[in-house]
């Protein structure tokens, strides 16, 4: 699926974003596109929260993955990462 990255600016390469369980639910899909110019991981929540609302109310809660690490709101996501957005998991 590809979501219209507003209110970013246009950038030069498109990020693929992986989401999973009760992320991927609310999204309807499992990865989204958007074109990027780099930021950081708060300007990425914000913008995805902008383009699919319905994943806003899960999004602040659950943890962004920058190349396989797990990154902080201020940490820069540049264009060409990988990106995958973990909800939070809860069970024995």
């Known amino acids: 699926m590809q979501i219209d ?6 950038g ?3 990020l693929r974003i992986s ?5 991927a639910d609310l999204a309807g899909c499992r990865a989204v596109e958007i074109e990027w110019a780099g930021g950081s991981v ?4 914000s913008s995805l929260a902008a383009a699919l609302p319905a994943i ?9 993955a920058v190349g396989g690490v797990y990154a902080t709101n201020e940490a820069t ?16």
């Open 5 to 10: 990255p507003t209110p970013l600016a246009r």
């Open 77 to 92: 996501v540049p264009c060409d990462a990988e990106v995958a957005i973990i909800p939070p998991v809860s069970g024995g």
């Open 56 to 64: 806003e109310p899960l999004l602040g809660r659950s943890a962004v």
């Open 19 to 23: 989401l999973f369980a009760g992320m």
């Open 42 to 45: 708060a300007l990425l929540r």
């Open 12 to 14: 030069n390469a498109t």
